[in-house]
């Protein structure tokens, strides 16, 4: 059972036929330019990404992805859906009470909640657990401090939130909650925008753009990161570190988005500010945005990929040092990129041995991600004896069928 990812594009043409749309429309429908469009169905450039695949489904009215793929495509083969916390993490978010009593204490509630984003980004095999289980206090108590407390203290409590909604959106992106995602990228800005701060408000921009694309809206993201850009520029004469590592971040994401949308240029221009940017700051984990080379670097890899350069991408991911990468997140989407890349090129020991790399630094990823799962299915589908006894151990971890 494997996924032909260039015959991908001329389903996609045939469905588009069938349904009376010419491929100007389709590209509207799905949120990409119709350069792209184009490359996708002559078979020039495959859809890398699941939600993107997802959204051509819908757009062309198919119900089930395997009439796109070839193969049976469930999101979730197992039977389970999202992460046990997650209920939890949503009736919080969705409490409208009014909170009454003593306002927390902001010290030890900022602690806690540098800690639940120390722990979100230290390798682990339970992180997903730890951060779902501590988010609906941490919720309840940060909406307490911002409605109980006055003056300066008040102004203290929205930077909290901010940055405790900012750990919400990647841990509800990652376990697939993507509507609570972006309610709680929503209110990260919101609550930076009370702070009156602006790199904070870039950081939470960056937040919301990376569930805008991770839902498919490429044009959406691309427009929320150029405006932050453009609201950090005039603040950035003798900039401090953490300011111009904000600016290079939205920078490196601006990057990745023009190349999903298919405009090269524009992503070379993003990613070279960005270098400039990196050479300045060094390596840095500002607002847990974390940027810096190494960074830069494993951004210069994934617009590759999206660019349908897999050969360059594999060259270049080839050259860095992803150890030097301050946060487990980093180290973990590299290693999926290049697990795809191997798998694309049909060297599925070294897939095998990227997505070890990430079952020793977080075996949670291999239950919570799609991409991941995505990949292992098509390793499962091959079933190559040589990696069989390597590969059984994940598909198990992963909940798959062996």
């Known amino acids: 059972m494997q996924i032909d990812e260039w015959a991908i594009g ?22 990409i330019s119709l350069s792209l469009m184009k490359k996708i169905e002559s078979g020039d ?32 083969p197992d039977g389970t859906r999202g992460h046990p916390s ?34 979100w980004q230290s390798p682990s095999p339970w992180r997903y657990a730890q951060i779902g289980q501590a988010l609906p206090t941490l919720i309840t108590e940060i909406r307490a401090a911002v409605s109980l407390h006055s003056g300066e203290a008040r102004r203290q409590a929205f930077r909290e939130a901010s940055k405790l909604y900012q750990l919400v959106r990647t841990w509800t992106k990652r376990v697939g909650e993507h509507e609570l995602s972006l309610l709680a990228a929503d209110r990260a800005i919101t609550m930076a925008m009370e702070a009156d701060s602006p790199e904070l408000s870039g950081a939470a921009s960056w937040n919301l753009a990376m ?10 993201a691309r427009a929320v990161v150029y405006q932050a850009i453009a609201e950090l520029e005039p603040l950035m004469d003798n900039a401090p570190q953490h300011r111009l590592a904000v600016w290079g ?29 990196g050479a300045q700051t060094g390596e840095t984990n500002h607002y847990r945005m974390v940027f810096g080379p190494t960074n830069i670097a494993i951004h210069g890899v994934s617009t590759m990929v999206e660019m349908g350069r897999t050969r360059d991408a594999l060259v270049a991911a080839e050259r860095v040092t ?15 990129e290049a697990a795809r890349c191997y798998t694309r090129m049909k060297n599925d020991a070294a897939a095998v041995l990227m997505i070890q790399r990430i079952h020793r630094e977080s075996p949670e990823e291999l239950r919570y991600s799609t991409l991941v799962r995505e990949t292992l299915r098509e390793l499962m589908g091959r ?4 990696i069989e006894p390597d590969l059984r151990p994940l598909l198990t971890a992963a909940g798959l069928p062996d």
């Open 10 to 31: 001329q389903r996609i043409a045939a469905n588009r036929v069938r349904r009376g749309l010419t491929q100007e429309e389709l590209a509207g429908l799905v949120g």
């Open 45 to 76: 450039r495959p859809v890398t990404r699941f939600s993107q695949l997802v959204l051509f489904a819908q757009a062309l009215r198919i119900k089930d992805l395997r009439d796109l793929t070839g193969v049976p495509l469930p999101l979730m």
């Open 86 to 119: 997650a209920d939890a993490v949503r009736a919080a978010l969705m409490d409208q009470r009014r909170p009454t009593g003593e306002p927390p204490a902001l010290v030890p509630l900022a602690q806690r909640i540098e800690q639940a984003w120390e722990a």
């Open 211 to 220: 569930i805008l694309s991770a839902q498919g809206h490429t044009d959406e």
């Open 249 to 277: 971040g939205l920078h490196l994401l601006g990057a990745t988005e023009a190349a999903r949308d298919d405009k090269d240029g524009d992503a070379r221009r993003l990613l070279d500010t960005a270098s400039k940017l």
């Open 322 to 336: 992803i150890d030097n990468a301050p946060a487990v997140e980093r180290r973990l989407s590299f290693h999926l």
């Open 383 to 386: 079933r190559k004896p040589a």
